[in-house]
């Protein structure tokens, strides 16, 4: 199996509704991506997926995020911005732009010791 990551940085701020603790207060991170794609098979040079169109859409995506507050960005109209729901979003985001890319993992650090992590099926 082989795997490749790319990594992207935004910083934003949020607050989430339905939790009780300090979280529920307006806050910011400047949160830090890792993409992951894996498979078992390379094209005929020699490589996965090419870094620099994975890396375009990952800064594209996290563009459309950064320096927001997420709680009144379109694209958390439906769910609370918790660090788990980013790094779903970030998967659906890059499936849309990228449907044959072999995304396997998206992990979104609010710091250098909390991430989140969405592993689809």
Known sequence: MFQVRVEGNFAAAHYLVHYHGKCENLHGHNYRVRVYAEGPEL????????FGVLKKKLKETLDRIDHSLLNENEY?????PSAELISFHI?????????????????VFETEKNMAVYIPD
């Open 43 to 50: 094209d005929e040079g020699g490589m996965l997926l090419d």
């Open 76 to 80: 958390f109209e439906e769910f609370e």
């Open 91 to 107: 998967y659906k985001s890059l499936k849309r732009e990228l449907p044959d890319a072999p995304i396997s993992r998206v992990e």
